[in-house]
């Protein structure tokens, strides 16, 4: 199994931090690269968008926001029972695993690129409607009374304008809007995509390598579970890319990528918010440090191998 090539950006970024070197990526450019990466996934998917019929891609939305909202049940109980974490806690990190990883879906999507196979155009809109679900099920997992508190208003506002879910809508609804307009913007957001995603790795294998105390002290049942989860979502996205929706090779690929990805931006916005009281650094240590590297060195191919073996 071959990694993509901008995996070594993520490998020296971790290697730079764990040899001390004083090196890293300045915080303006990070951020300019997360919303870059944001609105290209997003233009791209719009362009595309308008080959395929709603009668489509509605019931396949529906069926993804509720496997989104599934997930965290999933988790939580593995958390709560087997680890013993409390439930503000589990509900927490269970969130982060209904959630996905635009980084994750950026790295599979270069991957599919780079060897010129095709999937469904639309999976951006995926990507977007997966924050949302999560958020909504780990806040009815910590507090069942939730629609009757006053914070939701503010929590509501949470899920869907955060970053993440208002540039990829924006970007996709840019690229359905704009039509062949967008072929203008395309030298930007489309031929430096691979190049930007390369430097947004690096500072994520930095940041996660940076972690590496937090792993030890929480002990093996965190990486454990942080192994564990992204396998056990990856299957049952599996099941439903090729039972339910029907996906190419590419697209189920995709969605169990999807599936096996933790969120570390959308939802710790919102859990800092809605759960102050939870201890939210168990899943961003998680999520970065454990899940995100396990499944751009070894899920990503590990998927593409199998997909194509099944398909």
Same mark, same amino acid.
Request: include cysteine; glycine fraction near 8%.
């Given at each position: 199994m071959?990694l993509?090539?901008v995996v070594?950006?993520?490998i020296?970024?971790?290697?730079?931090?764990?040899? %001390?070197?004083?090196?890293?990526v300045?915080?303006?450019?990070?951020?300019g690269?997360?919303?870059?990466?944001?609105?290209?996934?997003?233009? %791209? #998917?719009?362009i595309?968008?308008?080959e395929?019929?709603l009668? @489509?891609?509605?019931?396949?939305a529906?069926? @993804?926001?509720?496997?989104?909202?599934?997930?965290? &049940?999933?988790?939580?109980?593995?958390?709560?029972?087997?680890?013993?974490?409390?439930? %503000?806690?589990?509900?927490?990190t269970?969130?982060?695993?209904?959630?996905?990883?635009?980084?994750?879906?950026a790295?599979?999507?270069?991957?599919?690129?780079?060897?010129?196979?095709?999937?469904?155009?639309?999976?951006?809109?995926?990507?977007?409607?997966?924050e949302?679900p999560a958020?909504?099920?780990?806040?009815?997992?910590?507090k069942?009374?939730?629609?009757?508190?006053?914070?939701? %208003?503010?929590?509501?506002?949470?899920?869907?304008?955060n970053?993440?879910?208002?540039?990829?809508?924006g970007?996709l609804?840019? #690229?359905?809007?704009?039509?062949?307009?967008?072929?203008?913007?395309?030298?930007?957001?489309?031929?430096? &995509?691979?190049?930007?995603?390369a430097?947004?790795?690096?500072?994520? #294998?930095r940041?996660?390598?940076?972690?590496?105390?937090?792993?030890k002290?929480?002990?093996?049942?965190?990486?454990?579970?942080?192994? &564990?989860?992204p396998?056990?979502?990856?299957?049952?996205? &599996?099941l439903v890319?090729?039972?339910?929706?029907?996906?190419?090779?590419?697209?189920?690929?995709l969605? $169990?990528?999807?599936?096996?990805?933790?969120?570390?931006?959308?939802?710790?916005?919102? $859990?800092?918010?809605?759960?102050p009281?939870a201890?939210?650094?168990l899943?961003?240590?998680?999520?970065?440090?454990?899940?995100?590297?396990?499944? @751009?060195?070894?899920?990503?191919p590990l998927?593409?191998?199998?997909?194509?073996i099944?398909?």
């Amino acid at each position: 199994m071959q990694l993509d090539i901008v995996v070594a950006f993520f490998i020296l970024g971790a290697f730079a931090k764990l040899s %001390k070197a004083n090196f890293e990526v300045p915080q303006a450019i990070y951020r300019g690269c997360t919303l870059f990466l944001l609105l290209a996934i997003g233009i %791209k #998917g719009g362009i595309a968008f308008t080959e395929y019929p709603l009668e @489509v891609v509605l019931p396949q939305a529906s069926l @993804v926001v509720l496997f989104g909202f599934l997930l965290p &049940f999933i988790a939580h109980p593995i958390l709560r029972y087997v680890g013993g974490w409390n439930t %503000k806690d589990a509900a927490s990190t269970a969130a982060h695993y209904g959630s996905v990883s635009v980084a994750t879906y950026a790295v599979a999507v270069a991957v599919l690129e780079s060897q010129n196979i095709k999937y469904e155009a639309y999976f951006p809109l995926f990507v977007a409607l997966l924050e949302i679900p999560a958020i909504l099920a780990g806040l009815l997992i910590a507090k069942p009374d939730i629609f009757k508190s006053g914070n939701f %208003k503010k929590t509501g506002h949470e899920m869907f304008f955060n970053e993440g879910v208002l540039l990829l809508i924006g970007g996709l609804i840019i #690229g359905i809007w704009g039509g062949e307009r967008t072929d203008r913007l395309m030298p930007f957001f489309g031929d430096l &995509f691979h190049g930007v995603l390369a430097l947004f790795l690096l500072e994520l #294998g930095r940041q996660a390598a940076s972690r590496i105390n937090d792993i030890k002290r929480e002990g093996p049942f965190l990486a454990t579970f942080s192994i &564990f989860m992204p396998l056990v979502g990856a299957g049952i996205a &599996f099941l439903v890319a090729t039972e339910l929706l029907d996906l190419s090779a590419g697209g189920t690929f995709l969605f $169990m990528v999807l599936g096996s990805s933790a969120s570390y931006i959308a939802v710790p916005a919102a $859990m800092r918010s809605a759960l102050p009281e939870a201890n939210n650094a168990l899943a961003i240590t998680a999520s970065l440090a454990i899940t995100f590297p396990f499944n @751009v060195l070894v899920a990503i191919p590990l998927y593409l191998n199998l997909t194509q073996i099944w398909s």
